[in-house]
């Protein structure tokens, strides 16, 4: 428990409730009574899966204690337990609680199959009419065989009007079933495809509304698993599967009404065995449908060591690497496989019982049928008619068994999606929304405070950035920089206080519309694989090509653009690896130009670059703050000297402002921060500074 370093116990009672919850990249389990949280925990959002199981055992555990009857968790062999706190973190499989996933979540499809309805409509009422065509030839078999077949088998001459009738009926049934179901499938497909579309859109679009938190806490190759293959899955799911699964039933229904209005105690035979698949299916349902969760899991682990290497290729072979993420990749790879093989066990032995039954049912209706044959209670065109409805309907019984695989798939994959769904941004749409078309760029932090889970980054800051000031940030690793630029961007809320921009909170804006008023320079610039000018566009995808070029040239970096092979066309490569890293930092400059920013951002502009293309940057950089509210972080404090004021950070507070000259002087923090950088230093910055020399209160020195 937070703060506490000693055991703490609890009794039972049933009002006790255990929750767990995620915030900030940090997971939490509290545990509540009626009254008041009683206990509250942390853990890193790794171990979620064992959070989970964690809450699935303790509600089993009360559960069974309030009846009377307490369960022993550690050697409880129903569940394979065997020492919980050793097991709750060991495995996926013990990991996942086996209630997570219900086929009752593909339920929630249908939000996307709304805008459909009228098709979908058409498409039932032709799988009904082509259903009902696919089962008209059996029941033209029995006047066949009773009134063409047998007779001229018995002696009788052939009636080949009536053979000709018959024959044009079967064939004129099953050129109409195949109009039917071709039309049928091709408007149900086109639907089911528009909706996988529109749920690989929506998880889309909403995965990028989500906070900065929520990705701090994901893995790429995990992300990109559920929007791609679990998406497809679905698709393939609803275009192809649940099609022939709807198909079947309505199939058997009809076989089924056709079989009792022909003979009601020989179809009541066929219906034998029934009951017995029905509870088989029940049987393995379950246990594919965690097997397939687990599949799931499993699998991203192995897109997450390809989302990891091969974008970091150079810095696996820099250190020599390769062997080490082959045997990360075959790890989770032979993990995928023994889960597979686990699943595969499961239905390779379920597939062939179904049919067995199936085979089983069929000899017993031959049985019976003889019996009854040589009775006279049927003829022989009723048995013949009755065995071929007994192998469609039997065709289709297998068929359906074979859907409990698919579906648990696709309700497994349609879980992942809604979990992305269903997730709340942190950094939520305001209700009232106040629109800024043109700001003057007066930026106020008022008692801020944030904290990243439990931990306190930044506390009780106040400051207030004049429009066209240029404030640098200074502090050591750790001291809440990059946090206050990332507040001020709204990447997070703040968890105290409010920061203003132009005097209203920025919690008003529209996310999207107020950081259109600011430009990002980071201290590594991400370009998206394209040309030079769509990278500079980024942010104004429609500027023309004159724009592109004066902003490029602002950013001093017309003279090597013109020197690539197709200048301002050429590709940049894979987060532009074709260029160096000053080129990439003046394209980003240039693309934070285009924009025409009223606020600016610099994290740590030329930090990673030599003397000379740091000076080029900087030159770059000075086009880039004329006039407009700036907010610079870097290390090297020299690159801070033209700014108006510096503000000195360390454990999350202000402990210092003013500008070089007037920080020098006064002999602080900043001046043995600097005196460090410049090789003078004769103190030691690790050592804390004196809270009642700089920490009373900063602002005053500059109000």
Request: charged letters at 20%; glycine letters at 6%; hydrophobic letters at 40%.
């Amino acid at each position: 428990m937070q703060d506490e370093t000693h055991w703490c116990s609890f009794h039972y009672q049933k009002e006790l409730a255990l929750t767990t919850y995620e915030h900030a990249g940090v997971g939490h389990i509290e545990l509540f009574d009626t009254q008041s949280r009683l206990s509250h925990w942390c853990y890193t959002v790794s171990e979620i899966h064992s959070a989970h199981h964690l809450i699935k055992c303790f509600n089993q555990q009360l559960n069974h204690y309030l009846k009377g009857r307490p369960k022993d968790l550690i050697t409880d062999s129903t569940h394979d337990e065997i020492g919980f706190t050793e097991k709750v973190s060991t495995s996926i499989e013990e990991q996942t609680p086996q209630d997570t996933v219900s086929t009752w979540i593909l339920l929630r499809l249908w939000r996307f199959a709304k805008p459909y309805k009228a098709r979908l409509l058409i498409g039932f009422l032709l799988m009904l009419a082509s259903t009902a065509a696919t089962l008209v030839p059996p029941y033209l078999t029995m006047p066949l065989m009773d009134e063409v077949l047998i007779p001229y088998q018995n002696g009788n001459p052939l009636n080949v009007d009536l053979a000709t009738y018959y024959l044009s009926g079967l064939l004129g049934a099953a050129v109409l079933a195949w109009i039917l179901g071709w039309s049928r499938t091709y408007i149900l497909a086109r639907v089911s495809e528009r909706m996988g579309a529109d749920l690989r859109t929506t998880t889309y679009n909403h995965l990028l509304k989500l906070s900065h938190e929520y990705f701090g806490a994901k893995r790429t190759g995990d992300l990109m698993a559920r929007i791609g293959a679990e998406t497809d899955r679905i698709n393939l799911f609803l275009s192809l599967h649940l099609l022939d699964f709807a198909t079947d039933v309505i199939m058997m229904i009809m076989t089924a009404m056709i079989l009792v209005s022909i003979n009601p105690w020989l179809a009541l035979i066929t219906l034998l065995p029934l009951p017995f698949i029905a509870w088989l299916i029940h049987l393995v349902r379950d246990r594919l449908r965690t097997g397939f969760e687990k599949v799931d899991r499993v699998w991203a682990d192995v897109n997450n060591v390809l989302a990891d290497t091969i974008p970091g290729i150079r810095v696996v072979k820099a250190f020599a690497q390769e062997e080490r993420e082959v045997k990360r990749f075959y790890d989770a790879n032979q993990r995928n496989l023994e889960i597979n093989d686990r699943v595969n066990k499961i239905w390779s032995l379920f597939t062939p019982t179904v049919t067995l039954l199936t085979e089983i049912g069929l000899l017993i209706v031959w049985i019976f049928g003889i019996w009854q044959v040589s009775e006279n209670q049927i003829t022989v065109g009723v048995l013949t008619a009755f065995l071929a409805y007994l192998g469609r309907f039997y065709l289709r019984l297998d068929s359906m068994s074979r859907m409990v695989s698919v579906t648990q798939k696709a309700a497994a994959g349609t879980k992942r999606i809604f979990e992305i769904l269903d997730h709340v941004s942190r950094v939520p749409e305001p209700t009232r929304l106040i629109h800024l078309p043109n700001i003057k760029g007066r930026i106020e932090l008022q008692h801020v405070g944030f904290r990243y889970g439990t931990r306190r980054v930044t506390h009780n800051i106040n400051l207030i950035i004049e429009p066209g000031e240029m404030i640098g940030l200074v502090g050591h690793s750790g001291s809440g920089k990059s946090t206050l630029i990332n507040l001020i961007c709204r990447f997070y809320d703040v968890t105290e206080g409010a920061i203003l921009i132009d005097g209203i909170d920025i919690r008003s804006f529209p996310i999207a519309e107020y950081r259109k008023h600011i430009g990002l320079v980071l201290q590594e610039p991400f370009l998206f694989f394209g040309t030079i000018a769509e990278n500079i566009a980024y942010g104004k995808p429609l500027a023309t090509r004159q724009e592109i070029v004066a902003a490029a040239r602002a950013a001093h970096a017309h003279e090597f653009i013109l020197k690539q092979p197709h200048g301002y066309d050429s590709l940049v490569g894979e987060r532009g690896q074709a260029l160096s890293g000053g080129e990439r930092q003046r394209i980003s400059i240039a693309r934070a130009l285009l924009i025409n920013p009223r606020i600016l951002i610099l994290d740590e502009a030329t930090s990673s670059v030599d003397s000379k293309t740091e000076r080029e940057i900087q030159a770059a950089l000075d086009n880039l703050v004329r006039g407009r509210t700036t907010i610079a972080i870097a290390h090297r404090l020299s690159t801070l000297r033209q700014a108006n004021r510096l503000i000195v950070l360390d454990r999350g507070k202000i402990i210092e402002v003013g500008n070089h000259a007037t920080l020098m002087a006064k002999q602080g923090y900043y001046y043995q921060l600097y005196l460090s950088q410049t090789g003078h230093a004769d103190a030691d910055l690790s050592s804390p500074v004196d809270s009642n020399n700089h920490e009373s209160n900063p602002t005053k020195e500059w109000k």
